[in-house]
């Protein structure tokens, strides 16, 4: 029987960032990472289009945690213990230059995710972390304080256990018949499947900033817009699938948005064509874009409000400039299903929150049961948010453990 004092189950981020500093605060512990795959930190390689989204430069806890669907009340003491700015420390001190782009999201200066993968493995060798790869955990049980975990590659007993394996049903399954409740997991990032004439073939344009509402419901985000081969895609919508995850998938991803492309009411877009009407009396409507909308777009709007492409704008009457306010203030799009957003597979569910203490992340049920990152019922928008957690509940976990 293989004996440890720190089993962290889940070579990702969250179970990387809790093990390195785990070791690295108890030298005397005998620390490893189970992971079930030939090889650890998949989610990070592909994060961020392989850049690798360290964090976002939020750092007030309060407004940090308006990023959290599900989280957002618990993380609030936990991001006053390790928030942004510590997870630049630690790993500017470790060698690895953070820069922060334009949008708030941090990446590596390197524009690699392989300098944080680098970065990891040098510290857990630096710190003694035994990585047991191709471990699959079978079953665990706790018996006279010890935990005993049976693997593909037989038992390991050990004080403490650190759950870091993301989504993951199996372990999700072997946590409920422990005793812990379960929420269901759902999709959190996805992209929106729409066919629609005004979309069809124009992907790779970007509205910069739009409105989005689901119909019958209170979900609104806003937001660049992404059109995709698919549908639409990008913060606007991501923000909007993270937020209503729950709400869309009990309507099985079929419903109707309602999009604003120029965030101006339906009064006010009227008003104001009627002014374009008299200004650009002589020139063509379909080749004078308006409200800084990309061409490709604003010409499928002009012929979705039945205007003709030779149409000129003193020829607007008063149902056309109507229709045109509508195309570009309420343009309703019947979403038929969803896409997974890239590979960064994020879902809302996971152990239920009420049964941890979010002071130390440990189980509420067993002691010496630790939890971090996203198999708890926590997730984010995108934007290096979701990795914020996986560094708190990591860091915090490894305070939390004493030799």
Request: a neutral charge; proline letters at 3%; charged letters at 25%.
């Amino acid at each position: 029987m293989n004996n440890k004092d720190v089993i962290i189950v889940g070579g990702g981020a969250a179970g990387f960032f809790a093990a390195i500093n785990i070791a690295e605060q108890n030298p005397n512990l005998k620390v490893a990472i189970i992971e079930r795959s030939q090889e650890g930190l998949a989610k990070v390689k592909v994060s961020g289009g392989g850049r690798c989204n360290v964090t976002h430069a939020e750092f007030i806890p309060s407004e940090l945690v308006r990023n959290y669907p599900r989280g957002e009340k618990e993380l609030m003491g936990p991001f006053h213990q390790f928030m942004t700015g510590d997870t630049m420390e630690w790993f500017e001190k470790r060698g690895v230059t953070l820069k922060i782009e334009d949008d708030g999201r941090i990446f590596p200066e390197s524009n690699s995710s392989q300098t944080i993968i680098d970065c990891f493995l040098n510290e857990a060798k630096k710190f003694h972390v035994e990585i047991l790869y191709s471990h699959s955990l079978k079953t665990m049980q706790q018996a006279d304080n010890l935990w005993y975990l049976e693997t593909t590659y037989g038992l390991i007993k050990t004080k403490n256990v650190v759950i870091a394996t993301g989504s993951n049903p199996k372990v999700w399954n072997l946590l409920e018949a422990l005793g812990h409740t379960i929420l269901q997991p759902v999709p959190s990032l996805f992209t929106f499947n729409i066919k629609d004439d005004r979309i069809n073939d124009i992907p790779g344009v970007v509205s910069s900033n739009v409105e989005v509402h689901v119909i019958d419901s209170n979900l609104y985000s806003e937001g660049p817009l992404l059109i995709t081969h698919w549908g639409m895609s990008a913060p606007a919508i991501l923000k909007l699938s993270a937020f209503g995850a729950l709400e869309l998938a009990k309507r099985e991803y079929k419903f109707q948005v309602e999009i604003n492309f120029i965030k101006k009411s339906f009064e006010d877009c009227v008003d104001l064509l009627k002014e374009i009407k008299q200004e650009l009396a002589k020139k063509t409507i379909y080749k004078s874009a308006q409200f800084e909308l990309p061409k490709r777009l604003w010409q499928k709007l002009i012929l979705a409000s039945n205007i003709e492409m030779e149409a000129r704008w003193g020829d607007m009457n008063k149902f056309q400039i109507e229709r045109l306010a509508e195309q570009l203030t309420k343009a309703i799009f019947n979403v038929e299903g969803k896409s997974t957003f890239k590979e960064e597979f994020v879902t809302a569910g996971g152990v239920d929150l009420k049964e941890i203490n979010f002071k130390t992340f440990e189980s509420k049920l067993f002691k010496n049961l630790y939890f971090a990152g996203e198999v708890l019922n926590i997730d984010a928008v995108t934007g290096g948010f979701n990795f914020q957690n996986a560094w708190t509940s990591g860091y915090i976990v490894a305070k939390s453990i004493q030799a």
